[in-house]
């Protein structure tokens, strides 16, 4: 029998959870436990990292895993690497289900940086109105640039306040409309805005809400991970295990 184990903390892996469970296929999700109250699932949850490369390895042989799925965050790039290393180790076929990066189009005023060093660095100069679209991680980064006032927006209430000296923080885990964030960006009066490359719809609302205002946006690019199988879509991981989201569900009649 098939044992398929989806590295989530994403909207794609959710959607993969649901679309595993509505066809009846063993599978368990993955989070790394960074969120206080993930979302409830359709099907077994485990919490927490594996322990590296050969945790992972250990895991996949100890729960006889036929498939893996990393459809992870394009920026967890130590999670994607130890998925392509301990699914070749353990044997077990990988594939990824990632979103395609979003590409500019006309209006946009994005200046590339390839990193968050280099997005920290980008922002030495006089004080701004910064959006720092980021999610929780690498926010204490910024504090190397004090200058600025930065707005945040975080899934959860932190339990220690961010260490930036000029901040202000909304709650709010979405979705986000680009009506809603424009409106966010005229309240406080956002002259940029920094967000990574995340690709998806998901996230998408700031960029187009940027757009629209004219406002410039810091786009930090991927990060490499090693070659693997790639797909974008449900339907491509169904065909990929065998199970065509197109099958009709009763055959025979
Ligand atoms: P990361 O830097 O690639 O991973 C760091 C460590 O966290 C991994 O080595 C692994 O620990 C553990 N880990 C990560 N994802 C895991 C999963 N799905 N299941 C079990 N363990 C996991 O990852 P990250 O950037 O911190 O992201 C952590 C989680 O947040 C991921 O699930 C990702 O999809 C989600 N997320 C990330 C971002 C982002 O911008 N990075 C945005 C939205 C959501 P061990 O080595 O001990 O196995």
Request: glycine share 10%; no cysteine.
């Given at each position: 029998m098939e044992h398929i184990l989806i590295l989530g903390g994403t909207g794609e892996a959710s959607a993969l959870a649901a679309a595993v469970a509505e066809r009846g296929l063993t599978a368990t999700?993955?989070?790394?436990?960074?969120?206080?109250?993930?979302r409830a699932q359709p099907i077994p949850?485990?919490?927490g990292g594996?322990?590296?490369?050969?945790?992972l390895e250990r895991y996949v042989r100890d729960?006889?895993?036929?498939?893996?799925?990393?459809?992870?965050?394009?920026f967890a790039a130590t999670m994607s690497a130890h998925a392509v290393a301990a699914a070749q180790a353990a044997g077990v076929p990988l594939?990824?289900?990632?979103r395609p990066a979003w590409q500019p189009l006309p209006g946009d005023r994005w200046h590339g940086v390839p990193d968050i060093a280099a997005a920290v660095t980008a922002l030495s100069g006089p004080a701004r109105r910064v959006m720092l679209a980021l999610g929780r991680m690498h926010v204490e980064t910024f504090a190397a640039q004090p200058q600025h006032r930065y707005l945040l927006r975080f899934v959860d209430s932190p339990d220690v306040p961010p260490a930036l000296p000029d901040h202000r923080l909304v709650v709010d885990r979405g979705p986000f409309t680009v009506e809603g964030d424009?409106?966010?960006?005229?309240?406080h009066g956002i002259d940029l805005i920094v967000c990574k490359n995340a690709g998806g719809t998901?996230?998408?609302a700031k960029i187009v809400a940027a757009r629209r205002l004219g406002l410039p946006?810091?786009?930090?690019?991927?990060?490499f991970i090693p070659a693997r199988a790639t797909v974008h879509e449900i339907g491509e991981v169904m065909d990929w295990l065998g199970h065509s989201a197109h099958e009709p569900a009763h055959l025979g009649v």
């Open positions: 999700l993955s989070y790394a436990g960074r969120t206080a109250n993930p949850v485990r919490v594996f322990g590296g490369v050969a945790g729960h006889r895993v036929t498939h893996l799925i990393d459809a992870t965050h394009p594939l990824a289900l990632t424009m409106r966010l960006m005229q309240e998901g996230a998408e946006v810091l786009m930090i690019d991927r990060p």
